[in-house]
């Protein structure tokens, strides 16, 4: 069955330090893969997606993602992180045997001033 | 462009009342996928509907259900709510639909909260 896995529940980063976000996913074909991320009390805001070809996507707010097939990872990157940045954060699988999106169970991500 | 509209916000409801929550998609978006947000379970696919049919379901009850009209609008409805129905339940809407390889924006979600 299809699974994505985020291994870290919560993270807390200086404003202006590098970020990665961790995420692993169980698929047996070439997956969609997707990060959205969550402001408190709003819904979900899609930061970038990997359909196929190159394999580092850039996404909206400075993100980008790599997709490694042989790790079976696609974890998120920003370079130098704002206040504005902190919420929660999902990675997502499509191509489901329902259709659906498989999400992640989220990282939430705290910044220090 | 209009972004996903959900409609209410919030919601309080007691143990063995119905519910009904709409979701207006993005303009053109014909599909149309309702999930369900709780702290312990995280995000939980419901069902999806395309082009006024119900095309994927998830693993959730007979007293969850949906449909969509004409104009690709969309209604979710939960009857003998339970207190484990307190949720955050998102509407999402992407141009196709179906493979989950489409992009699906949502919709801010309806706060539902059973007393």
């Known amino acids: 069955a299809q699974s994505v896995t985020q291994p870290d529940i919560h993270i807390t980063v200086s404003e202006g330090a590098s970020l990665e976000l961790r995420c692993n996913y169980s698929?047996?074909?070439?997956?969609?893969l997707f990060w959205y991320v969550q402001s408190p009390g709003q819904g979900l805001q899609l930061l970038l997606k990997?359909?196929?070809?190159?394999?580092l996507v850039q996404g909206i707010k400075g993100f980008e993602a790599e997709f490694k097939r042989s790790q079976s990872s696609f974890n998120l990157r920003k370079p130098s992180v704002h206040w504005s940045d902190a919420a929660e954060y999902f990675c997502a699988v499509g191509g489901g045997s329902q259709g659906n999106l498989i999400f992640g169970k989220g990282t939430k991500l705290s910044v220090k001033p | 462009k209009a972004g996903v509209t959900q409609t209410p916000r919030y919601l309080i409801k007691t143990r063995g009342q119905q519910v009904t929550l709409s979701c207006s998609p993005i303009?053109?978006?014909?599909?149309v996928s309702w999930y369900q947000q709780t702290p312990g379970q995280g995000l939980q696919f419901l069902f999806e509907?395309?082009?006024?049919?119900?095309?994927n379901k998830g693993n959730f009850p007979g007293r969850f259900s949906g449909r969509q009209f004409s104009n690709s609008r969309s209604e979710m409805n939960v009857s003998t709510l339970e207190l484990g129905d307190s949720a955050l339940y998102l509407c999402?809407?992407?141009?196709?639909?179906?493979?989950?390889?489409?992009?699906?924006?949502f919709g801010d979600g309806t706060r539902l909260s059973i007393l």
């Open positions: 509907y395309f082009s006024e049919t119900q095309r």
């Open positions: 698929y047996g074909a070439t997956p969609y």
């Open positions: 990997y359909f196929s070809g190159d394999t």
């Open positions: 999402a809407s992407s141009s196709g639909g179906g493979s989950g390889n489409q992009p699906q924006h």
């Open positions: 303009s053109g978006h014909r599909s």
